[in-house]
């Protein structure tokens, strides 16, 4: 009786030693309190041993020393949004930590977006303005009716120009070299348009010599060129309003005999059309075999028809158009 009397008054007297232990921290850290045997405790607060192997409690500096290294928590790695597993500590879930180098690349990337977009709407809406200045309003600057006939015999108007984005160019077959290195120029544009953007031109070669260039004529000088272009003739008359209603300069020698041979002084422009039969540019020689093509390639992806051209003029940003 004496032997567990006294056991249970050291078991009191060493859980009240541990209380005040307690009440002395004063910190709300997570205590496990494990019962080895009724000869040993530990108490332990975030792995920091506060009771020695004896029984005995640390107090005094150890005490302060462990209220310190709590204070001193590191900060948390966990990203919104995450979870943590208590056995492992490790970070589950499918949060993403932010970066700033992933900050970085975000920006260049939608930075470069937005400036490919807005660089590339800027140069269709000015197309589409240079487009619509030489369209002209009333009577047409460029391009009126005119009758012809082609390589073939049959009738070809500005009817024919409908439906379709075409390229006109006024010369003659006798040209002994701006004419021919025109119409490879030509050849070249037809041939990228084609292959490398899916874009159909129709070309027409109208001559400012129809004294010489007769349907037959014309059919087989066109052989040594572009399959695709059209050869146009008639009469001097017809030739000369074709000529007139597209600005075009053309000039005879005065006084030629039959048979004589002569040069015949013209105007060196390519005359672009769009669908509408609606002059849109003229290309001079300064344009080579990429310059042309990059200029027309612009004109055709720009083209809006004649409907929407009027819905886009009744918006709000139709300033941007004049």
């Known amino acids: 009786m004496l032997r567990i009397a006294g056991a249970r008054s050291i078991r009191g007297g060493f859980s009240r030693s541990v209380y005040s232990c307690l009440n002395a921290i004063k910190t709300e850290s997570h205590l496990e309190i494990r019962s080895a045997s009724w000869n040993r405790i530990r108490l332990l607060s975030n792995g920091a041993r506060l009771c020695d192997e004896k029984g005995s409690i ?3 500096k150890e005490l302060s020393d462990v209220v310190e290294k709590k204070k001193k928590k590191p900060l948390s790695r966990i990203p919104i949004g995450g979870s943590v597993d208590a056995s492992s500590q490790k970070l589950t879930g499918n949060s993403i930590e932010f970066a700033t180098w992933k900050a970085a690349v975000l920006i260049i990337a939608v930075g470069g977006g937005l400036y490919y977009f807005f660089s590339r ?13 030489n369209r002209g309003y009333g009577r047409p600057v460029v391009g009126g ?4 006939i082609d390589f073939n015999g049959n009738e070809f108007t500005e009817k024919n120009l409908l439906g379709k984005f075409s390229i006109l160019y006024f010369g003659f077959t006798h040209c002994p070299d701006i004419c021919p290195d025109e119409l490879d120029k030509l050849g070249i544009w037809l041939e990228d348009l084609k292959q490398k953007h899916g874009i159909s031109l129709q070309p027409v070669f109208i001559t400012c010599d129809p004294a010489r260039d007769s349907p037959a004529v014309l059919k087989k000088y ?3 060129f572009h399959p695709d272009i059209i050869g146009l003739t008639g009469t001097y008359d017809e030739v000369k309003s074709a000529c007139k209603q597209y600005r075009v300069y053309f000039s005879t020698p005065p006084s030629v005999k039959p048979g004589q041979d002569y040069l015949v002084d013209h105007s060196i422009f390519f005359y672009l059309m769009d669908p509408e039969g609606n002059f849109v540019e003229a290309l001079g020689r300064n344009y080579d075999e990429k310059t042309g093509v990059d200029k027309i390639l ?6 809006t028809p004649k409907e929407e051209r009027e819905k886009m003029n009744e918006k709000w940003y139709s300033f941007l158009l004049k």
């Open 145 to 148: 009716p005119f009758k012809l």
């Open 58 to 60: 640390n107090t005094g």
């Open 298 to 303: 612009d004109y055709c992806k720009s083209y």
């Open 121 to 133: 709407e800027k140069k269709r809406l000015e197309t589409m303005r240079e487009a619509e200045a």
């Open 222 to 224: 066109l052989e040594d």
